[in-house]
């Protein structure tokens, strides 16, 4: 089983950047796709970013392409999403997600409905 844990959220101002970093337990690590989900008050949860278990392949979001980069290191059995050029709307929970399902291709990025784990979340405010 593959347990969580994110940090690097905090209050940054537009314009700016925040990394944030989730650290995984467990040994299926380097064979689960990572994502990364948000959720802003009275809003339903909203897929950022995904990458696949090479880290080859990755999926962004519309509203984060250019912006957002995420990453992984299957060594230190971490992911990581960069954000840069941040904007108030992207206000919300952060949280890490891993698909544990049965190994699929090097290169697949699933589905948002592939996600079966998730962390506690951390929080990112941009103020305008």
């Known amino acids: 089983q593959v347990q969580l844990v994110e940090s690097g959220g905090g209050l940054v101002q537009a314009g700016g950047s925040l990394r944030l970093s989730c650290v995984a337990s467990g040994r299926t690590f380097s064979r689960a796709p990572m994502g990364w989900f948000r959720q802003a008050p009275g809003k339903a949860r909203e897929f950022v970013a995904g990458i696949s278990r090479n880290g080859a392949s990755t999926r962004y979001a519309d509203s984060v392409k250019g912006r957002f980069t995420i990453s992984r290191d299957n060594v230190q059995n971490t992911v990581a999403l960069q954000m840069n050029t941040l904007k108030p709307e992207d206000t919300a929970v952060y949280s890490c997600?891993?698909?544990?399902?049965?190994?699929?291709?090097?290169?697949?990025?699933?589905?948002?409905?592939?996600?079966?784990?998730w962390g506690q979340g951390t929080q990112v405010t941009v103020s305008s």
């Open positions: 997600a891993a698909d544990t399902g049965p190994a699929g291709a090097l290169s697949y990025v699933p589905p948002i409905s592939g996600y079966d784990v």
